[in-house]
Nanobody, 114 residues
Framework: QVQLVESGGGLVQPGGSLRLSCVAS????????MAWYRQTPGKERDRVAT???????SYADSVKGRFTISRDNAKNTVYLQMNNLRPEDTAVYYC????????WGQGTQVTVSS
């Protein structure tokens, strides 16, 4: 079975940092594009960052320069390094894998607050 498990969320103060991790199983990890999305209650789920199997990356304008997506194919893991966090970054962050099919993790809560 396919499973994506996120971790690393928590409560941080504005200006702080977190690193999220997503470990995938049941897929040929290196063949999949990986992405991080986030969602707040009553709002759309928005793509934050994407990394292809060839490690090409893209970012939402709102996080560009602050967040970095990376992957370690040997560990079947994708990361999201989040720096200079703002209250508006508060959301549930979801990991997604896709190529011909699409798979989602359960999400991890990130709260940025004083």
């Amino acid at each position: 079975q396919v499973q994506l498990v996120e971790s690393g969320g928590g409560l941080v103060q504005p200006g702080g940092s977190l690193r999220l991790s997503c470990v995938a199983s049941g897929i040929t990890f290196s063949y999949n594009t990986m992405a991080w999305y986030r969602q707040t209650p009553g709002k759309e789920r928005d793509r934050v960052a994407t990394i292809t199997g060839g490690s090409m990356t893209s970012y939402a304008d709102s996080v560009k320069g602050r967040f970095t997506i990376s992957r370690d194919n040997a560990k079947n893991t994708v990361y999201l390094q989040m720096n200079n966090l703002r209250p508006e970054d508060t959301a549930v962050y979801y990991c997604k894998a896709f190529r011909f099919f699409e798979y989602w993790g359960q999400g991890t809560q990130v709260t940025v607050s004083s």
